[in-house]
C-alpha cells in the first residue's frame, strides 16, 4: 500500500537536546511538507521541499531544521533553539504542482520537559 | 497573501440533522480548496477539494461544499450527521501557482445521540 509513514508516533525529550522526526513516503511524490498543529491554531507550515537536494522555509522555520537527501525521504530535526517544541508535527506530500491535495502521515507527538 | 476563516471553532448538532461548517477564504488569485477531517490523534483525510468547474463539489462520507466565488465561501455540508463524524475538520487554500496550503484554525464537530 503506498502512503506515508511517520515515527515514532509518541516521542519524548529533555529539554535542550535536539531531535529528529522520520517521514517517509512510497507515492513518490516531489512535494513534501512538515507541519506543527496546536490546538485552536490549525496547521502551520515550518519546511517544504518541491525536489530532492532543495528546501524552503515556511512560516515558522526558526528552530528546525530539515534535509531532503531522497525523494521518498524528508527528516526534520527540532533543535534547542525551538522555545516551544512540544506540538503535534504532521508530514505531507504531494504531487508537483497547482490544484493537488497533500496526502498526510499519521503524525508524531513530540513532549519536550 | 491568502488566509482562511472558520467560522466557529466548535459546532454540535443531534445525530440525523445537517452539518454546516463555514470556511470563508482570502485570495488574490482564483482559489484551490480543500476540506480535510482528522480524528483524536491522526493524519489528515481529504474529503473533497474544488479546483475548476462545478461548483458544487461532492466528496467522501456523504459530505459536499460549494464554491461562492461572490462570498469567497467554500461552506461544508452533510444532510444527516452520523455519529462517525465527530471529528475536526479543517479548510485550506492554495494558490493556482504552487502546492503550499494556508489552512484555517479548524472546527471540531460534536455529534449528540
Known amino acids: 500500500d503506498g502512503g506515508i509513514t511517520q515515527s515514532p508516533k509518541y516521542l519524548f525529550r529533555k529539554e535542550g537536546q535536539n531531535v529528529t522526526l522520520s517521514c517517509e513516503q512510497n507515492?513518490?511524490?516531489?512535494?513534501m511538507y512538515w507541519y506543527r498543529q496546536d490546538p485552536g491554531q490549525g496547521l502551520r507550515l515550518i519546511y517544504y521541499?518541491?525536489?530532492?537536494?532543495?528546501?524552503q522555509k515556511g512560516d515558522i522555520a526558526e528552530g528546525y531544521s530539515v534535509s531532503r537527501e531522497k525523494k521518498e525521504s524528508f527528516p526534520l530535526t527540532v533543535t534547542s533553539a525551538q522555545k516551544n517544541p512540544t506540538a503535534f508535527y504532521l508530514c505531507?506530500?504531494?504531487?508537483?504542482?497547482?490544484?493537488?491535495?497533500?496526502?498526510f502521515g499519521p503524525g508524531t507527538r513530540l513532549t519536550v520537559t | 497573501a491568502q488566509s482562511v476563516t472558520q467560522l466557529g471553532s466548535h459546532v454540535s448538532v443531534s445525530e440525523g440533522a445537517l452539518v454546516l461548517l463555514r470556511c470563508n477564504y482570502s485570495?488574490?488569485?482564483?482559489?484551490?480548496l480543500f476540506w480535510y477531517v482528522q480524528y483524536p490523534n491522526q493524519g489528515l483525510q481529504l474529503l473533497l477539494k474544488y479546483t475548476t468547474g462545478a461548483t458544487l463539489v461532492k466528496g467522501i462520507n456523504g459530505f459536499e461544499a460549494e464554491f461562492k466565488k461572490s462570498e469567497t465561501s467554500f461552506h461544508l455540508t452533510k444532510p444527516s450527521a452520523h455519529m462517525s463524524d465527530a471529528a475536526e475538520y479543517f479548510c485550506?487554500?492554495?494558490?493556482?501557482?504552487?502546492?503550499?496550503?494556508?489552512f484555517g484554525a479548524g472546527t471540531i464537530l460534536r455529534v449528540k445521540s
Open positions: 507515492l513518490n511524490h516531489d512535494a
Open positions: 521541499s518541491q525536489i530532492v537536494n532543495d528546501f
Open positions: 485570495s488574490s488569485v482564483p482559489p484551490y
Open positions: 505531507a506530500s504531494s504531487i508537483q504542482g497547482s490544484g493537488y491535495e497533500q496526502y
Open positions: 485550506a487554500v492554495s494558490a493556482v501557482r504552487g502546492n503550499k496550503l494556508v
